[in-house]
């Protein structure tokens, strides 16, 4: 047992009726629950655990005071943040390289208007995260893919010929670089980051590096930074971060960016000024500085530990129990990316029928194929692993193996 509480199925209840998508909402069309059985919510990337107990206290210290006007970012908002980078990551920065941005998507469309013009192509890996779809098209730009593909290992890997391939044909001189990748959960090494760099600095592509993944990275692996693996990169990356994924505080909105070239820091300057919106609410400011505390740091390693134990439950599950469904074992991130299309042709099921079902005995996981990639489901196994374990049963007995 460690230091920190990570909830149960009853931290899952208590969540009912908070106006929360991910505990009220059922995503998959037209499915109900079985009168017997409690909901288990595997789906948006939200964690059904108590966050870190310095964050509330934070948030809560602030509002006792009876002011909410203007305000700035002092020195501790921004050593908070070089401390946790430096740290966590091995990651130098000055207050200048820091940059506010209302959210990481946000801040990838700020980053694609200094690169780019509207129509232009951009590339990015597949699967690809829902929410770069929807940010990149609705902003006049059009998404060129690179499938990633699962070596004989079953490890999800870059093709680099057809990175370079695509980036030639299309003219792309942008790319949106996930690491740790959603949804696969890939962490990236240094060597593979470096060779695709050099794809890039050959073809004069800028990089959006969102690593607002990079604190959840499972035993065994470690995280190496996408600007930090050569001054080429340095130069030619914008890295988005926010403790949202990491503590469960997307509801707070906000991100930072992370950027050495200072050409780029002033046009991100420029930019994010525009709409005269994008700027920071002062509880996600004070979030962040009771997140990014040594505290912090204690409670998130055990929350890898947690992770680590859900994802091994899970893939032994799903490896030894379950055949026709297909899939990567995560290095980092919460996430699990299934291709059922075997089990789904053996079963003369849809992927619709399949999904329905699932919720049916109370597991709501989500629709992978919006991530580019037929017959998927995405699951979240951000919750206490008692959760996990009776979730996979339910998997097993009446789902997959009913």
């Given at each position: 047992?460690?230091?920190?509480?990570?909830?149960?199925?009853?931290?899952?209840?208590?969540?009912?009726?908070?106006?929360?998508?991910?505990?009220?909402?059922?995503?998959?069309?037209?499915?109900?629950?079985?009168?017997?059985?409690?909901?288990?919510?595997?789906?948006?990337?939200?964690?059904?655990?108590?966050?870190?107990?310095?964050?509330?206290?934070?948030?809560?210290?602030?509002?006792?005071?009876?002011?909410?006007?203007?305000?700035?970012?002092?020195?501790?908002?921004?050593?908070?943040?070089?401390?946790?980078?430096?740290?966590?990551?091995?990651?130098?920065?000055?207050?200048?390289?820091?940059?506010?941005?209302?959210?990481?998507l946000g801040g990838v469309v700020?980053?694609?208007?200094?690169?780019?013009?509207?129509?232009?192509?951009?590339?990015?890996?597949?699967?690809?995260?829902?929410?770069?779809?929807?940010?990149?098209?609705?902003?006049?730009?059009?998404?060129?893919?690179?499938?990633?593909?699962?070596?004989?290992?079953?490890?999800?890997?870059?093709?680099?010929?057809?990175?370079?391939?695509?980036?030639?044909?299309?003219?792309?001189?942008?790319?949106?670089?996930?690491?740790?990748?959603?949804?696969?959960?890939?962490?990236?090494?240094?060597?593979?980051?470096?060779?695709?760099?050099?794809?890039?600095?050959?073809?004069?592509?800028?990089?959006?590096?969102?690593?607002?993944?990079?604190?959840?990275?499972?035993?065994?692996?470690?995280?190496?930074?996408?600007?930090?693996?050569?001054?080429?990169?340095r130069m030619r990356t914008i890295?988005?971060?926010?403790?949202?994924?990491?503590?469960?505080?997307?509801?707070?909105?906000?991100?930072?960016?992370?950027?050495?070239?200072?050409?780029?820091?002033?046009?991100?300057?420029?930019?994010?000024?525009?709409?005269?919106?994008?700027?920071?609410?002062?509880?996600?400011?004070?979030?962040?500085?009771?997140?990014?505390?040594?505290?912090?740091?204690?409670?998130?390693?055990?929350?890898c530990d947690l992770l680590t134990?859900?994802?091994?439950?899970?893939?032994?599950?799903?490896?030894?129990?379950?055949?026709?469904?297909?899939?990567?074992?995560?290095?980092?991130?919460?996430?699990?990316?299934?291709?059922?299309?075997?089990?789904?042709?053996?079963?003369?099921?849809?992927?619709?029928?399949?999904?329905?079902?699932?919720?049916?005995?109370?597991?709501?996981?989500?629709?992978?194929?919006?991530?580019?990639?037929?017959?998927?489901?995405?699951?979240?196994?951000?919750?206490?692993?008692?959760?996990?374990?009776?979730?996979?049963?339910?998997?097993?007995?009446?789902?997959?193996?009913?």
């Open positions: 047992m460690g230091k920190y509480n990570f909830g149960s199925m009853d931290f899952i209840a208590s969540r009912e009726g908070t106006w929360t998508n991910a505990v009220d909402r059922i995503p998959i069309p037209g499915a109900t629950i079985k009168e017997g059985f409690s909901k288990i919510p595997m789906w948006v990337a939200d964690m059904n655990v108590p966050t870190y107990e310095g964050i509330p206290a934070a948030i809560i210290e602030r509002a006792k005071q009876p002011h909410y006007g203007y305000f700035y970012q002092p020195k501790e908002y921004f050593d908070a943040i070089i401390n946790w980078q430096k740290t966590r990551n091995g990651i130098d920065l000055k207050p200048e390289n820091i940059g506010y941005e209302n959210g990481v700020s980053a694609l208007n200094i690169f780019l013009r509207k129509g232009d192509n951009v590339l990015l890996h597949s699967p690809t995260y829902i929410g770069f779809t929807g940010c990149i098209t609705n902003n006049g730009y059009k998404i060129i893919h690179s499938p990633l593909y699962r070596d004989a290992e079953g490890i999800w890997r870059m093709d680099y010929e057809d990175m370079e391939k695509k980036i030639v044909e299309n003219k792309i001189h942008a790319t949106v670089f996930c690491n740790p990748h959603n949804p696969s959960g890939r962490v990236w090494t240094k060597e593979e980051i470096e060779k695709a760099f050099a794809i890039f600095k050959k073809h004069d592509v800028m990089v959006v590096a969102d690593e607002i993944w990079s604190d959840l990275i499972l035993k065994g692996h470690k995280f190496v930074s996408t600007a930090n693996v050569n001054e080429d990169a890295t988005i971060s926010a403790p949202s994924k990491t503590f469960n505080l997307a509801g707070f909105v906000g991100s930072y960016r992370m950027v050495y070239n200072p050409k780029l820091i002033d046009q991100m300057n420029k930019e994010t000024s525009l709409s005269h919106y994008d700027s920071m609410n002062v509880l996600w400011m004070h979030s962040l500085m009771g997140a990014y505390d040594q505290g912090g740091m204690e409670w998130v390693d055990e929350l134990q859900n994802v091994d439950h899970a893939y032994k599950v799903l490896t030894e129990k379950v055949k026709g469904v297909k899939l990567a074992k995560p290095e980092g991130t919460y996430l699990l990316y299934l291709d059922c299309t075997e089990w789904l042709e053996e079963h003369n099921m849809t992927i619709e029928e399949l999904q329905r079902k699932g919720v049916e005995y109370g597991v709501v996981w989500q629709d992978g194929r919006p991530f580019h990639g037929p017959n998927s489901i995405r699951i979240n196994l951000a919750l206490s692993h008692d959760a996990v374990v009776e979730a996979f049963d339910r998997l097993d007995k009446y789902v997959f193996n009913a």
